[in-house]
């Protein structure tokens, strides 16, 4: 299967919690987060959905803007997903990143921190 690229806007929240949490490359970090919100998916474990009130808004303005390869059924995956929570591609990849950093926060011993 062929590679795809996907876009996402984050803002300054999610960005500031992936540089302080697992490093600059914000990059690696949200293929990671795809990648953990797509096996949820296909194990049948959806994670939390988009807030309703989240739905179907218009975008904040994006403190930054990545352009990411993702491979054909990847990208099959998070659009059908989007499709499901009335979502854009990018807001679902955005919520993904804030869950897999809430995850990441979650397992982190307090005295780690």
Known sequence: MGEEIVKVALGTFTCSGIEAKLGSDVTVCVQAAIGDYVRRLK??????????????????????????QVDADTRFVLEREAARQQATLSQLIAHSVQLYLAEFDRLTPLNAA
């Open 43 to 68: 194990a049948g474990a959806p994670p939390i959905g988009i807030p309703g009130f989240l739905r179907g808004s218009t975008e904040p303005r994006p403190s930054s803007t990545y352009e990411l």
